[in-house]
C-alpha cells in the first residue's frame, strides 16, 4: 500500500487531465516569445494576480530572487520576517545573485506591521549603512504554520510601505491558500504588491513552476535575468500547459485540504501524547509536537506505519495536505498518530 506522504504540498503528482494538458499544448520557441501556450498562461496568470504582466519561472526560489534582482543594486537591503523562506530557505542568495543584504525582523505570528518594520528602516542620510529597498511579505506562511494576512493588515502595511517609498513584495508561494481562506479573488491580496511570485507547483498540483507578476517593464526586466541566470527555454508550452490546468482547475479545491488539515489538528489535540495550538491552523500545514518523543522519532515511527512527515521548525514535527490525500487518507494518518 502507498505511504500517505504529508510531507509537503509539493509531493503530488500531476493528475490525467493535466498530463493531457500537457500532451496537448501548443507549442513554439519562448526565447523568441513564440510560444502561444507560455503566452496564454502569462496573460491569465497576470489577469489573476491583478497586475500588468507575468514571466514563467521554474520555482518559488527563482521568482523571489528573480523579483528581488529586478527591484534593487547591490548594496541595498530587503525586510523579511525573521522566520521567512526568503531568508531561512534561499541559500543566502540575494547576497550572492543581486549583492543584497536582509534584514530579519521578529514577529510574534510571522505577521509583518508598521511596528516591527519602522525600527529596521535606514536613515536616508546613513550613507555608511545599506539602502532599504524592499519590504518583503510572505503569505501563506510557511514556517508560521500556514499563517494568512488579513486584508486590513496587508492594507496598513502597505500604506505604511508606500509612505517611507519602499518596493513590496509578495513571496505568494500559496497565495492561492490565502485568497481561498480569506474567500477572495487572489487579486484582492496580490494586486497592492509592486510584485508578487506565486507557486504553481505546492497546492496547484503541477509538476514544476512558479509565475512572478508586476507591470509590463519590470516583467520585461525579469526576462533578461531569467535569462541570464540561465532560465531562457524553448518549447515551455508543456509546462504552461499544467501551469494553465492548475489554475483552472485547483485552486477553489483547496479549502478540502485546509478542511483537512483542520481535521486533523482537532484530532491530534485530542491526543494527550501531541500538543498542537489547532486553532492556529487556517489553511494546510500543521506543526506539532510530542511530549516525550523528539520530532525524528515520530518521523521515524510514523514511517514504519505508513504516514510520511517532516521536520518543522524548533522540535516540531510538520504535516502539509495536498490534493493527493484524501479524506480518507487523513482518518487512517489520525489512526497511525494515535498508535505513536
Ligand atoms: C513560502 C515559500 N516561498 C518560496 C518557496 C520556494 O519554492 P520552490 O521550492 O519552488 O523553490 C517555498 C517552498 O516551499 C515556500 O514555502
Known amino acids: 500500500m502507498d505511504k500517505i506522504d504529508l510531507r509537503s504540498d509539493t509531493v503530488t503528482k500531476p493528475s490525467e487531465g493535466m498530463r493531457k494538458a500537457m500532451y496537448d499544448a501548443e507549442t513554439g520557441d519562448d526565447v523568441f516569445g513564440e510560444d502561444p501556450t507560455v503566452n496564454k498562461f502569462q496573460e491569465y496568470a497576470a489577469e489573476l494576480l491583478g497586475f500588468e504582466a507575468a514571466l514563467f519561472v ?5 521568482g523571489n530572487q528573480l523579483c528581488l534582482k529586478t527591484h534593487s543594486q547591490p548594496h541595498d537591503e530587503v525586510i523579511c520576517d525573521a522566520e521567512s523562506h526568503i ?4 541559500s543566502g542568495s540575494p547576497a550572492v545573485l543581486s549583492g543584497l543584504q536582509i534584514f ?23 550613507y555608511y549603512m545599506p539602502r532599504t529597498k524592499i519590504v518583503a511579505v510572505e503569505n501563506t506562511h510557511n ?40 474567500g477572495v479573488e487572489p487579486k484582492e491580496i496580490t ?7 506565486a507557486c504553481l507547483s505546492k497546492g496547484l498540483g503541477a509538476p514544476i513552476g512558479s509565475v512572478i507578476a508586476g507591470t509590463k517593464e519590470f516583467i520585461q526586466e ?28 485547483n485552486r477553489e479545491r483547496l479549502a478540502d485540504d485546509h478542511r483537512n488539515a483542520q481535521t486533523l489538528a482537532e484530532a491530534i489535540a485530542n491526543m494527550p501524547q501531541f500538543r498542537i495550538d489547532a486553532q492556529r ?14 520530532p525524528e522519532e515520530v518521523i521515524n515511527e510514523c514511517e514504519e506505519k505508513g504516514l510520511r512527515l517532516s521536520p518543522g521548525p524548533i522540535g516540531t514535527v510538520r504535516a502539509i495536505t495536498h490534493l493527493d490525500v484524501s479524506k480518507n487518507d487523513i482518518i487512517a494518518a489520525i489512526e497511525i498518530l494515535r498508535k505513536v
Not at 107 to 122: F, K, N, S, Y
Not at 283 to 293: A, G, P, Q
Request: proline fraction near 4%; charged fraction near 20%; charge should be positive.
Open 58 to 62: 521554474f520555482s518559488g526560489v527563482m
Open 87 to 90: 531568508f531561512y530557505y534561499e
Open 104 to 126: 530579519p525582523v521578529f514577529t510574534p505570528d510571522g505577521i509583518l506591521t508598521p511596528e516591527a518594520v519602522l525600527p529596521a528602516i535606514r536613515p536616508k542620510e546613513a
Open 143 to 182: 514556517r508560521r504554520m500556514g499563517k494568512v494576512y488579513s486584508i486590513e493588515q496587508i492594507d496598513t502595511l502597505c500604506g505604511f510601505v508606500r509612505s517611507h517609498n519602499l518596493i513590496f513584495h509578495l513571496d505568494g508561494a500559496r497565495a492561492w491558500n490565502a485568497a481561498v481562506y480569506l
Open 191 to 197: 494586486a497592492k504588491f509592486d510584485s508578487v511570485s
Open 222 to 249: 525579469a526576462f533578461r535575468f531569467r535569462k541570464a541566470w540561465g532560465g531562457g527555454t524553448r518549447q515551455l508550452g508543456v509546462l504552461a500547459a499544467a501551469g494553465i490546468y492548475a489554475l483552472q482547475n
Open 281 to 294: 491552523v487556517e489553511t494546510n500545514i500543521l506543526l506539532f509536537s510530542h511530549t516525550s518523543k523528539s
